[in-house]
């Protein structure tokens, strides 16, 4: 649907303050209650009530002449006065009123269901609403435009999207034949709004201009708010120019939901210029806008931003709530800023504010994020002395850090304990547990937990075995990372590009060169495609098995099976030549990464001139050594002793010496074994 599509003119009296309502003119903006202006309009028309001083509504003293004279009956008059009482404060009692009506014989009128209808859209009553709908035919009233209005109303509110538009369609049935005004749209919209419909939002939209029924300024803020629910930034910022070129003054009400759509999309920069449109057309930003921009920048990790945004809250007479701050927290997280989340979190209580479990969450994730598991501990030990009880996600996070920060003994500890406080662990609680035992070298201890949860009530998913199988990997197990491979299909899994990344991993570990190969080309007709980690794990295992040409090959043919390659590519071939002393094609593929766009780095050259002094090229070496200066890689303590070692092979004493000095001039501090390789240098020339 594009926007010249629902493209019309308004006069100004379309515009103006005051629009048609079952036949009484309210005001415009009377629409955020349009069910009860409605309603009231109906029953003042009929001579039903009149104004006791403001927002008072009573028994009219001249509907009751009226009644007397012949026109309605005293108790529906008075019926009306109770259904009008009740309406805004105890949907109940309008019932109860109206049923003993029905049993004293009195005969309802449509009025008297449309108030009825609107106690129960306030009291979020849908089902008794649409029942009371649905009844008046076997009493013999006609339902009207108000009657519809109040039910789609009351199934807006109550989240019934569905019922709503089902109503909708009902009233405008031959047998109905109910024209719908911009009330009825209006609840619609909200309905699918609040039921996170945007596109049935967007067409209801279309639909009413078809109809000729022109939206006004609740309209499109009920269809922006739709859009903002379903993340549709793109169609929430069309509809605000719609708003703008409608000459339809936008509010604040109007803004928010645009920037919580660019928000929830991760559009900071789209967020960041709406506020500042907000502030240039002196639209107020209140605490919403700003802590939805704050979200925006959170998503997108601009935790900078995000925390200039909370500074500038201040400066406008803005004061931060607690979602502000849990929001410039969670910025904090996704930017790595660890201690700034913590200053965040202490802050808080310094302005007043109560920390929740989700200002701790994001804090606590935070540390993860940058394995700050002491950090990470100490808040949840805090946050019951605060009165707040850790949940799942905070035991979560500090298990992640725990992981991140090499302490498995901690995770396991963790996870433990978590059932006997209340917090019963879930699939992310084991799969960062069984991380942490990876990253730990503890690979029986993660087969043990991956075996654990059936008893916990939970079923291992891709992840846990895939955590399972590159703890196996990293301790060299490549049997038992094969068996939890195997296993996987047994389990109704799919193994993922990820697991077989971990296996040819595992592989790479074991030496098993052969069945690493035979997984990378094995993965298309699994429906997998390899990645760039796939190749590179592939070549590094061709390396350790010294099978330095199938190495190369497997580098030369990954551009034509889809993945680029990469420093870690070429440095895995590099590697592998070196290996088996091809230091002539360890130098090409110096010279090639130069052709595809790679720099070489300190590894790329370390690898060269360990490749020089197994092909007993120790000129070669030092040359490339005092290149790689001119390239901009740096040497390091590996480069200089692998330039030493190339030389004492030969028996370069003199030069190996040279090395050691200009190691120092640079700097470094040799270990034991370049000093060692040194000395057998003079060794091998005395020999």
Excluded at 267 to 275: F, G, H, I, K, P
Aim: hydrophobic residues 40%; charged residues 20%; aromatic residues 6%.
């Amino acid at each position: 649907m594009t926007k010249n599509s629902r493209t019309h003119r308004h006069s100004r009296r379309d515009r103006g303050s005051t629009r048609q309502v079952s036949g009484t003119r309210v005001p415009c903006e009377l629409d955020a209650g349009a069910v009860d202006a409605g309603v009231s309009g109906e029953a003042t028309r009929l001579g039903v009530l009149s104004r006791r001083g403001e927002g008072s509504l009573e028994p009219s003293t001249r509907s009751r002449g009226a009644a007397s004279r012949g026109g309605k009956p005293k108790s529906l008059v008075k019926l009306k006065s109770i259904l009008l009482e009740a309406k805004g404060r105890d949907w109940r009692t309008a019932l109860a009123a109206l049923d003993e009506f029905k049993i004293s014989g009195g005969s309802l009128d449509t009025t008297s269901y449309n108030i009825a209808i609107a106690a129960c859209s306030n009291g979020r009553q849908w089902a008794t609403a649409v029942r009371l709908l649905r009844e008046m035919p076997t009493e013999g009233v006609t339902p009207d435009v108000v009657t519809y209005n109040s039910a789609i109303a009351a199934c807006s509110k109550g989240g019934r999207w569905k019922e709503a538009m089902d109503l909708l369609t009902q009233m405008v049935a031959p047998t109905e034949g109910i024209t719908p005004d911009v009330v009825t749209y209006n609840s619609a919209i909200a309905a699918c709004s609040n039921g996170g419909r945007w596109k049935e939002a967007m067409d209801l939209l279309e639909q009413m201009v078809a109809q000729g029924v022109p939206p006004n300024l609740i309209t499109y803020n009920s269809a922006i708010g739709a859009c903002a629910k379903g993340r549709r930034w793109e169609e929430a910022m069309d509809l605000l120019e719609e708003v703008i070129e409608q000459g339809f003054p936008p509010s604040t009400r109007t803004y928010n939901p645009v920037i919580d759509a660019c928000a929830k999309g991760g559009r900071w920069l789209e967020a960041m210029d709406l506020l500042g449109q907000m502030l240039t057309n002196d639209i107020p930003a209140d605490v919403i806008s700003y802590s939805s921009v704050i979200a925006a920048c959170g998503r997108g990790r601009r935790w900078k931003e995000a925390m200039d945004l909370l500074e500038q809250m201040r400066t406008q007479g803005v004061s931060p709530n607690v979602i502000s701050y849990n929001s410039a927290i969670d910025a904090c997280a996704k930017g790595d800023r660890w201690k700034e989340a913590l200053d965040l979190l202490r802050e808080m209580t310094t302005v007043g504010l109560v920390p929740t479990v989700i200002s701790y969450n994001s804090a606590t994730a935070a540390c993860a994020v940058n394995g700050r598991w002491v950090e990470a501990l100490e808040l949840l030990k805090e946050m019951p002395a605060q009165g707040i009880a850790p949940n799942t996600i905070s035991y979560n996070s500090a298990l992640d850090a725990c992981a991140k920060g090499g302490q498995w003994e901690k995770a396991v500890k963790l996870l433990r304990g978590m059932s006997t406080v209340g917090s019963d662990p879930d699939i992310i609680s084991f799969n960062s547990a069984i991380d942490a035992c990876g990253r730990g070298q503890q690979w029986e201890t993660a087969v043990e937990l991956l075996r654990e949860m059936p008893t916990a009530g939970l079923t291992p998913n891709v992840i846990t075995y895939n955590s399972a199988i590159e703890a196996c990997g990293r301790s060299a197990r490549w049997q038992e990372a094969m068996g939890l491979f195997r296993e996987m299909p047994t389990r109704g899994l799919s193994p993922n590009v990820v697991t077989y990344n971990s296996m040819i991993d595992a592989c790479a570990k074991g030496e098993q060169w052969e069945l690493a190969v035979q997984l990378l080309t094995g993965m298309p007709a699994r429906g997998v495609a390899p990645d760039v980690i796939s190749y590179n794990s592939a070549i590094e295992a061709c390396g350790k098995g010294e099978q330095w040409e199938l190495a190369l090959q497997l580098l030369k043919g990954m551009p034509t099976r889809g993945p680029k390659p990469d420093i870690i590519s070429y440095n895995s071939a590099v590697t592998a030549c070196a290996k088996s002393g091809r230091w002539r094609e360890a130098l090409g593929l110096l010279k090639d990464m130069a052709t595809v766009g790679l720099t070489p780095n300190t590894v790329s050259y370390g690898a060269a001139i360990h490749a020089c002094g197994k092909g007993e090229q120790w000129d070669v070496a030092v040359r490339i050594l005092k290149e790689m200066q001119t390239h901009g890689a740096t040497p390091n303590l590996i480069t200089y002793s692998a330039a030493i070692d190339a030389c004492a092979k030969q028996g370069r004493w003199k030069e190996a010496v040279d090395l050691l000095t200009d190691l120092r001039r640079q700097g470094l501090t040799p270990d034991a074994q370049t000093y060692l390789t040194v000395i057998s240098a003079f060794q091998r020339c005395s020999d």
